[in-house]
C-alpha cells in the first residue's frame, strides 16, 4: 500500500440502490483506494458478492462465521484496517440497529466495533424515512459523529414519490473523501488536551466546582487519536472512561492541572485548553471535614494561575494554543479579549448562558476565532465540533 491510499471499507445493506454500490466502489478503486466490501444478507439478494469481488479485487464478507480457523476475526480485523467506512445504500433498519449499538451480522458488528469516521448513506421508502423513529435514529447518529449523507427526492422504486432516493454516487464519494483527507493527517503531532471543570476544595468532601462534563475535551482528544496524533489528555474530575490510545492524566484542582499542563507544554505541537479551569480557590481549605455548627460566615477565596496566559508568555513553548471562552454576554467582543490577551491563535468561544448548549449537553454552538475574522457553526455535536476545532487548528500548525 502506498502512503496515500487509504482503506475504505463499503458496507451495503438490502436496498434496490444496492445496485448502485457498485458505481461507488468502482470510482473508490479508480482513486487508488483499497476497497474492502461487506455486505448483510439482505444486500446479497440485489447483488451478488461476486460483482464486489471482482471489482475491488479482494475477499467480499458477509457471515460473521466464515473466517479460516487460526485466522484474525473478521470483523474487527476490517475495523482496524478502515480509514473510513461508509454503508451505502443504509436500510431504516440498519441505521435502527447502529443508532443502539446493534451487532448481529458483519456489517454491524464492523460498524460498532470501527475506531473510522463512518459515512452513512440512507436509502427507503419516503414514509420509512419520515417516520419519526427513522429520524430520531438519524439525530442519534449525527450527534455521534456519523455523516449522513441525506437522500434525494424523486420517484422511489416502490412508486412512491418523495425523499429516500439513494444520494447521487459523488455526492456519497464526497463525503467519503472529505473523511479520507482527514484520516491520519495529524500523524506525528503532539496534541496536549485538557477537559473538565476542577474541583477547588472547601474541606476534604466538599468543593468549588463547575459543570462541565468532560465531554467537549474527550472528544477532541478522541478525534485527534483517529487522526494519529500523539495524545496527552489532562482532565478534571468526569464518569467519561478514558478515550482509547491516549494518555490520560487525572487531576482535581487547577493547581494540579497548571503543574500537569506546564510539564508537557514544551513538548507539544498543539495545545488546545477546553477545561473549564476554576479561576478561583478557597484560599484555606479545612484538613477536616467543617462540622455543620461550624460553618464558616464566608470562604475567602484566592485566585488560580492561567494556565493559557502563561503558556502563551512562555518562550519555550511553541504549539499552536487553542483556547476556548465560555461567556455569558458580548460573546464575540469577549472571546476576542480573550484571544488577544491570553496570545492564543484561535479561540472557541460558546454562549453559555443557554443551558441547552455548553456545559453537560451533547451540542454546542460556538464561533471559532482567529485574529483574521469569526465563524460560527450552528448547533451541531461535540464531536462535529472537535472535527472542525482539529481541521483548523492543523491549517495553523508549521509545514512539517
Ligand atoms: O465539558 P463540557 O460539558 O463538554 O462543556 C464544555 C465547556 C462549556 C466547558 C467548553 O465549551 C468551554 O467553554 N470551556 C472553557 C471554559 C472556561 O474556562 O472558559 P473561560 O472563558 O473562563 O476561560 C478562557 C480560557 O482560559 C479557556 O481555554 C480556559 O481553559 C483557560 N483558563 C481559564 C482559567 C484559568 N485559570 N486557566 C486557564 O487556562
Known amino acids: 500500500m502506498t502512503r496515500n491510499q487509504k482503506t475504505i471499507v463499503v458496507g451495503v445493506t438490502g436496498g434496490i440502490a444496492a445496485y448502485k454500490t457498485c458505481e461507488l466502489v468502482r470510482a473508490l478503486v479508480k482513486r487508488g483506494h483499497r476497497v474492502k466490501v461487506v455486505m448483510t444478507e439482505a444486500a446479497t439478494r440485489f447483488v451478488t458478492p461476486l460483482v464486489f469481488r471482482t471489482l475491488t479485487n479482494e475477499p467480499v464478507g458477509v457471515s460473521l462465521w466464515a473466517d479460516e480457523p487460526g485466522s484474525p476475526v473478521h470483523h474487527v480485523s476490517l475495523a482496524e484496517e478502515a480509514d473510513v467506512m461508509v454503508i451505502a445504500p443504509c436500510t431504516a433498519n440498519v441505521i435502527a440497529k447502529l443508532a443502539h449499538g446493534r451487532a448481529d451480522d458483519l456489517l454491524t458488528t464492523t460498524a460498532l466495533a470501527t475506531e473510522a469516521p463512518l459515512v452513512i448513506a440512507p436509502a427507503m421508502n419516503v414514509h420509512m424515512w419520515r417516520r419519526d ?28 414519490v418523495g425523499e429516500g432516493r439513494l444520494a447521487p454516487v459523488e455526492e456519497i464519494l464526497a463525503a467519503v473523501e472529505v473523511e479520507t483527507a482527514r484520516a491520519r493527517d495529524l500523524e506525528g503531532v503532539r496534541v496536549l488536551v485538557t477537559a473538565g471543570g476542577t474541583h ?60 500537569a499542563v506546564m510539564e508537557r507544554a514544551a513538548d507539544a505541537d498543539l495545545v488546545v485548553m477546553s477545561a473549564a479551569v476554576a479561576d478561583f480557590r478557597p484560599a484555606d481549605p479545612a484538613d477536616g471535614k467543617i462540622k ?53 491563535h484561535l479561540i472557541v468561544a460558546n454562549d453559555v448562558s443557554d443551558p441547552s448548549v455548553g456545559f453537560g449537553t451533547e451540542h454546542n ?36
Open 292 to 344: 455543620k455548627a461550624e460553618a464558616p460566615d464566608r470562604i475567602t477565596l484566592v485566585g488560580n494561575p492561567d494556565i493559557l496566559a502563561e503558556l502563551g508568555q512562555r518562550a519555550d513553548v511553541r504549539a499552536v494554543l487553542v483556547g476556548f471562552a465560555a461567556e455569558t454576554s458580548d460573546v464575540l467582543e469577549h472571546a476576542r479579549k480573550k484571544l488577544a490577551a491570553k496570545r492564543c
Open 365 to 400: 454552538r460556538v464561533w471559532f476565532i482567529t485574529s483574521s475574522g469569526a465563524e460560527e457553526t450552528g448547533l451541531t455535536s461535540k464531536n462535529a465540533i472537535a472535527r472542525t476545532l482539529l481541521d483548523r487548528a492543523r491549517k495553523l500548525l508549521p509545514a512539517r
Open 133 to 160: 423513529v427513522t429520524q430520531a435514529n438519524l439525530a442519534a447518529l449525527s450527534a455521534r459523529g456519523v455523516t449522513i449523507v441525506e437522500p434525494g427526492v424523486g420517484e422511489l422504486a416502490c412508486g412512491d
Open 200 to 259: 477547588e476544595p472547601i474541606d476534604p468532601v466538599r468543593y468549588v466546582g463547575n459543570r462541565s462534563s468532560g465531554k467537549t475535551g474527550f472528544a477532541i482528544a478522541a478525534e485527534a487519536v483517529r487522526r494519529g496524533a500523539e495524545v496527552t489528555l489532562v482532565t478534571g474530575p468526569t464518569h467519561l472512561a478514558d478515550p482509547f490510545g491516549c494518555t490520560v492524566v487525572r487531576i482535581q484542582t487547577a493547581l494540579e492541572m497548571h503543574a
